[in-house]
C-alpha cells in the first residue's frame, strides 16, 4: 500500500530517541520532497521545450506516431474500433467542458461540507493551470501534427499538449487537496491513483488519436504535475496557518490537526 512509505511510517520505524527528533521535521520534510518533485518536473519541461525548439525530438515523435498506426496506412490506428471509441471517451476527460464541470462538482463538495476556503482554493489552482497552459500555447507556437490523420477534431497549438497538462493540473491537484482534508489513508491512496491514471490516459489518447507529438504529452504532464505540487505546498502552508480547513473540519472552517498518515 502507498501509506506504507509515507514518512511519518518511517519515523515510527526509529528508535525512541531518533523518533523524537524526526518527529518535528516531518512538515518540512514533506515541504522539501514537494519542492524538489516540481523543481525536477519544471527541469523536464525546461528541457523538452529546448530539445522541441532545436527539432531534436523530431525523429522520435514521429517514430512513436507511426507505432501507433498500421504500416503503411497512417490514417488506421492499431486496434479494433472499439478502442479507438474508448480513447475518443478517454480523452474527452481532459477537454476543458469535462474539467470545469469536474472542478466545479469538488468545489460545490467542498463549499457543502463547510471547507469554503478549500473550495475556493481548487477554483483558483485550477483556473491559474489553464491559463498558464494556454499562455505557454501562445509562447510556443507549435503547430499539430500532420504526419497521421487525426481522429478527433483539433483547431489550437500544439505545445505542450493542453489536455495532458490540464488533466494533471485538475486531477493532481485535486488529488492534493483530498490528501490534506481527509484523514482516512484509504482514501488519500484511492485519490492519488485515481489521479494519477486518469491523467496519464488522458495523455496516451492524445498520442493514439494522432492530435499531439508525444513531446507535447510529455511537456504537459511535466508543467502539469510541477503545477500541483506547488500548489500542494501553498494549501500545506495555508493549512499551518488555519486558512485552508483540514482534516479535522467539521463545518467550522478551523485549521486542521495533525493525523497519522
Known amino acids: 500500500m502507498m501509506s506504507s512509505f509515507s514518512p511519518r511510517r ?10 523524537r527528533l524526526a518527529g518535528p521535521l516531518l512538515p518540512e520534510l514533506a515541504v522539501l520532497l514537494a519542492l524538489l518533485g516540481a523543481a525536477l518536473g519544471l527541469l523536464a519541461f525546461a528541457f523538452i521545450a529546448d530539445e522541441v525548439a532545436e527539432g531534436e ?8 506516431l507511426l507505432a501507433f498506426r498500421v504500416p503503411g496506412d497512417p490514417a488506421d490506428p492499431l486496434g479494433p474500433p472499439w478502442l479507438e471509441i474508448i480513447m475518443r471517451d478517454v480523452t474527452a476527460l481532459g477537454g476543458t467542458t469535462v474539467l470545469t464541470l ?15 476556503a478549500a473550495a475556493l482554493f481548487v477554483l483558483v489552482a485550477t483556473s491559474g493551470g489553464g491559463l498558464l497552459s494556454y499562455a505557454l500555447k501562445l509562447g510556443f507556437d507549435r503547430p499539430r501534427p500532420d504526419l497521421v490523420a487525426h481522429l478527433v477534431d483539433v483547431s489550437t497549438l500544439s505545445f505542450p499538449s493542453g489536455h495532458a497538462m490540464g488533466s494533471a493540473v485538475t486531477f ?4 492534493v487537496l483530498i490528501v490534506r482534508t481527509e484523514s482516512k489513508r484509504r482514501i488519500k ?5 485515481v489521479a494519477v491514471s ?6 496516451f489518447s492524445r498520442v493514439y488519436l494522432g492530435v499531439h507529438w508525444p513531446t507535447d ?24 496557518r488555519g486558512k485552508v480547513e483540514g482534516s479535522s473540519a467539521n463545518g467550522s472552517g478551523g485549521p486542521d490537526t495533525p493525523t497519522p498518515s
Do not use: N
Request: hydrophobic share 60%.
Open 189 to 193: 491512496a484511492y485519490a492519488l491513483a
Open 172 to 175: 493532481l491537484t485535486l488529488g
Open 57 to 64: 525530438t523530431h525523429a522520435f515523435d514521429e517514430a512513436v
Open 217 to 240: 504529452v510529455l511537456a504537459g504532464w511535466c508543467s502539469g504535475s510541477a503545477w500541483a505540487l506547488l500548489c500542494w505546498i501553498i494549501v500545506l502552508l495555508l493549512q499551518r
Open 10 to 19: 518511517l519515523v515510527q520505524c526509529l528508535p525512541l530517541r531518533l523518533r
Open 102 to 116: 469536474i472542478t466545479l462538482i469538488v468545489a460545490g463538495f467542498l463549499a457543502m461540507d463547510g471547507k469554503r
Open 198 to 203: 486518469l491523467t496519464l490516459l488522458v495523455g
